[in-house]
């Protein structure tokens, strides 16, 4: 079987149309291995960092996406799946559809549209929970949904779409929780501005460098 293989770099996004009608999108840092025609009986797609799938229905055909320690089998769906090599969890959203979570361990779970299923890459766990779809997927819509998250999380999302280096003058910076909406196609000074409004850190950037401090 013959592929194709697209990465997309740091700072941009890419969105392609598959053999069999499937519609991807691809944020920053993220790479896919697919094949030039589907043959056989499944629809295997290989992916590292993030994407949004529009998956063409063919019940004889199954869609799956393997992506890091877990596979992500369809029919017919729509959904979100994260799995970056720099984070410790695997995240698949479910927008429409049905879809079968599969782990590498033998652990797997059905996903109803709403619901986010969990790997932890360290141990192997997988669980899920509910969430507010639009917020996960606000990425594909231009927007830094920041819900709850660390600052480690939130500047991990910055590096890879600005291209930039982290460094921390206080580690303990890393675990302040941050919530709002930032626009993603802000520029990098006026988003860490938003971010310097709380109070709780300061920024200084040097050339290709973030410097974070107090």
């Known amino acids: 079987m013959v592929y194709n293989e697209v990465e997309v770099p740091r700072g941009g996004e890419f969105d392609l149309i598959l053999a069999d009608g499937t519609t991807v999108w691809l944020n920053a840092g993220s790479k896919l291995r697919y094949p030039v025609e589907f043959v056989g009986k499944e629809r295997r797609v290989f ?3 993030e994407a949004y799938f529009a998956v063409a229905k063919d019940a004889g055909m199954p869609f799956r996406v393997e992506i890091l320690q877990q596979t992500v089998e369809v029919l017919g769906t729509e959904f979100n799946v994260s799995g970056y090599t720099d984070e410790a969890t695997i995240y698949t959203t479910l927008v429409t559809g049905k879809v079968k979570v599969a782990t590498d361990s033998g652990e797997n779970m059905i996903l109803a549209p709403g619901e986010q299923s969990m790997l932890d890459c360290r141990d192997g766990h997988l669980d899920k929970r ?3 779809v639009e917020k996960v997927i606000a990425w594909k819509k231009g927007m830094f949904i920041l819900e709850e998250q660390t600052l480690e999380q939130i500047m991990q999302k910055f590096a890879r779409w600005y291209d930039m280096e982290i460094v921390y003058r206080d580690k303990e910076l890393k675990d302040i929780v941050f919530k709002g909406v930032v626009p993603r196609y802000a520029e ?5 501005n938003i971010l310097e ?14 410097i974070v401090f107090k």
């Open 47 to 49: 992916l590292e960092g």
């Open 188 to 192: 990098l000074g006026e988003v860490l």
């Open 130 to 132: 509910e969430v507010d």
């Open 197 to 210: 409004k709380t109070n709780e850190v300061k920024f200084d950037i040097e050339e290709r460098t973030v």
